[in-house]
């Protein structure tokens, strides 16, 4: 069993280990694999399991594919991208959790985004814009490395209560050449609020939080940037067998874009619909592939877009 | 849940909604079929050429690359002379005096203007600090006012030239905010009558100043103000204009009472506006979807949207063509002229739109890259950055 996990491991570990999204793309919710928080642990399914025991690790990668459609203006006046352009993400994180003990997680995630711009490039509060460069603008860059922990404060035989916090630190690239955007540009802070209901072989998950950057951001001074927010996440799954669990989750973000260097705010909110599939290897491993999708519906200040996400897990003692 | 959030943010838009002013929205779109004619010469230039002006029966044009601005005669349309910069130096903005005496070069480099004068071997006759970063110069109706638009710093300077430019000018300079962007920031300028329009890009908001009493207000509707101009009626400033390039919207405001009106349905990305006095009309080139929006600015409606070439960033109301020498007058209509010229960066064209009839006319293949313009009697001239040429055009061959 072992040795299978580390050989699927190896062969997924080559070759990709991003994630995160720039900080002019989106916010720093809902960008890579969910919310981006803690909370993303529950879209491995099975959650109430998850923290069942102490002492083992987790190690959770994330590849993703993400195409930008447009984006909203203030207005909630949704337009598409500039005339022939193109603008598209692949990035993937590399998870590692520890369970020190039953209802406990600390973790870290460490992100990497690569970009590919087509005559089109990221403008201010989440549009997108038409560029001069006559030629695609590739970059890649690491991201902003998200520090995390989870506990579970009360537990029944068929829900569960806990709470999430994490802190990311400015190790994305926040200047100014716009294919490498991969970071606030400052530190930020996450907490929220689990829940988990089991009914029949289904389980709902709420997860409700905050972020906030700490400071201003640094920067190319009238960036834009994740202020504070409001997220939230309701998520869903069920087993169709011992092996494979579909889901549904409903992600969102209300709150405000600041600008480097001054005090300005603007409000932004997204809300993204991602159905996914999980298909467990055995007891300590499994893949889920999902597909986000950020409609033009009810946005302000955000870009639509649509993600494919493949995630593996390994639990390893 | 899915019903309360879609409730949520509805709710939300509909807040945001009410934040703007008078909405007016149009979809209407014009659709043209124009005549497609061939420029009529290519002249060779230096590397990059830009900024390009008409002064004295020359064409001065700005080769950002090579350090130097190309001296063209109109009677031969050959290169006859080349400005060295000064070490260090890179030519930009170019703006001629209506006198036809002398023509001012931005030095964005070393931070200077310089005064040229044609009839003395184009000789620099006069360097101007002005400050960090300079990028637009304007030139005001009387000959004498001239300011420019910084962006490596917190405001725009207003110089004043005697009648002869023989002195130094007097120097002033107005605070305004900060500009976004990395290593190519931009700002414009607008100046007509006492008021001077000037985007912050980096603060959102855009300096509405007074020059008769130094009074600054601040314009707030959309996101990312860029370009400016003011409307006129019976040749005084009416209305102040501000494309917001993120928002895609195009914020009115009136000098007289104060109030605002924004404008949607224009298209994407308000880059550069052209202005028909006249007509009243304001059209807006609309980079990322290959339009010109027009706008009635006594009206405060959109008129319509006019489909272009590919990525159409500047505009310019045409001068009046006779035998006599014109000045390219950018951004300044003329009574009885109703040609906008669009440059179309990607596809190598210009469109010439009939701003009365609301339709492209023409368009003509010009080089290839970023486009500016200047006219000189029934000549049109149009620098193409990535060619190195400037084309010339004979505009009595436009329908």
Not at chain 1, 15 to 28: I, R, V, Y
Not at chain 1, 125 to 144: I, K, N, R, S, V
Not at chain 2, 240 to 262: E, P, R
Request: net charge neutral; glycine share 12%; proline share 5%.
């Amino acid at each position: 069993m072992m040795g299978r996990g580390l050989a699927f491991w190896a062969l997924l570990m080559v070759g990709f280990w991003f994630d995160a999204m720039p900080a002019e793309a989106c916010l720093g919710c809902s960008c890579g694999g969910g919310s981006g928080t803690t909370g993303d642990l529950s879209a491995t399914g099975g959650l109430a399991g998850l923290f069942a025991e102490g002492q083992r690790w987790m190690i959770q990668e994330s590849l993703s594919f993400r195409s930008l459609s447009g984006y909203a203006n203030e207005r909630g006046e949704w337009f598409p991208l500039p005339v022939d352009g193109q603008v598209q993400a692949l990035a993937g994180t590399l998870g590692l959790y520890f369970f020190p003990r039953p209802g406990t997680s600390l973790g870290i995630q460490l992100p990497t985004v690569g970009q590919r711009l087509s005559k089109a490039t990221w403008g201010s509060f989440g549009a997108l814009m038409p560029t001069a460069e006559p030629a695609a603008q590739m970059g890649l860059a690491p991201g902003d490395v998200l520090l995390q922990g989870t506990h579970v404060w009360h537990q029944g035989s068929n829900w569960l209560f806990g709470s999430w916090a994490g802190l990311g630190l400015p190790t994305g690239y926040s200047g100014d050449d716009a294919s490498r955007l991969s970071g606030l540009g400052t530190f930020s802070v996450q907490t929220g609020v689990l829940a988990l209901v089991r009914w029949g072989e289904a389980e709902f998950v709420t997860s409700v939080g905050g972020q906030s950057p700490i400071g201003g951001a640094v920067g190319v001074p009238g960036a834009s940037y994740a202020g504070e927010s409001l997220m939230y996440q309701v998520f869903g799954n069920y087993p169709l067998s011992d092996r494979f669990r579909v889901g549904l989750t409903l992600a969102g973000q209300t709150g405000v874009w600041r600008q480097v260097a001054q005090d300005g705010r603007l409000p932004s909110s997204r809300l993204s619909i991602i159905p996914g599939v999980q298909w467990a290897f055995g007891d300590h491993q499994g893949v889920r592939v999902a597909l986000a999708t950020t409609p033009p519906l009810g946005l302000s200040n955000t870009p639509t877009d649509w993600t494919l996400y493949l995630l593996g897990y390994q639990f390893v003692r | 849940m899915f019903s309360r959030l879609g409730y949520f943010t509805a709710l939300m838009l509909s807040a945001s909604m009410l934040q703007a002013c008078q909405t007016i929205a149009t979809s209407a779109t014009l659709v043209t079929q124009p005549s497609n004619l061939v420029a009529d010469k290519q002249v060779s230039v230096g590397a990059k050429p830009h900024g390009i002006a008409t002064v004295g029966g020359y064409v001065y044009n700005a080769d950002t690359g090579a350090a130097q601005i190309s001296v063209i005669d109109v009677r031969s349309d050959e290169v006859v002379t080349r400005v060295a910069m000064k070490p260090g130096g890179t030519p930009g903005y170019i703006q001629a005096f209506r006198d036809g005496r002398h023509a001012l070069a931005l030095d964005t480099a070393r931070g200077v203007l310089l005064v040229i004068d044609p009839l003395v071997e184009h000789q620099v006759v006069q360097e101007v600090p002005v400050g960090k970063g300079p990028d637009k110069v304007v030139i005001a109706s009387n000959d004498r006012d001239v300011y420019v638009s910084l962006t490596g710093e917190s405001q725009v300077v207003a110089l004043q030239f005697d009648a002869d430019r023989s002195q130094a000018p007097t120097r002033k300079s107005y605070s305004v905010g900060a500009v976004a962007g990395g290593a190519h920031k931009h700002r414009a300028i607008a100046a007509g009558g006492s008021w001077l329009v000037v985007p912050n890009s980096a603060d959102n908001h855009t300096s509405l100043i007074n020059t008769n009493d130094g009074s600054i207000r601040l314009l707030k509707d959309g996101n990312d103000p860029g370009p400016v101009a003011l409307g006129q009626q019976l040749g005084r400033p009416t209305v102040a204009m501000v494309g917001y390039k993120t928002s895609n919207t195009v914020g009115l405001f009136d000098l007289a009472d104060g109030s605002q009106t924004s404008l949607s349905g224009l298209g994407q990305t308000p880059s550069d506006v052209a202005v028909d006095t006249e007509l009243k009309r304001a059209f807006f080139s609309m980079t990322g979807s290959n339009e010109v929006a027009v706008i009635d600015y006594e009206a405060k409606t959109v008129l319509g949207r006019i489909p272009v070439g590919k990525r159409p960033v500047h505009t310019y109301m045409a001068p009046e063509w006779s035998d006599q020498a014109v000045r390219s007058l950018q951004h300044v209509g003329m009574r009885g002229v109703h040609e906008v010229w669009v440059g179309n960066d990607d596809d190598g064209t210009v469109s010439v739109i009939d701003s009365e009839a609301m339709r492209v006319k023409a368009t003509i293949q010009t080089g290839a890259g970023h486009h500016k313009m200047t006219f000189w009697g029934h000549k049109a001239y149009v620098s193409n950055m990535t060619d190195n040429t400037v084309s010339v055009i004979d505009r009595a061959v436009l329908p």
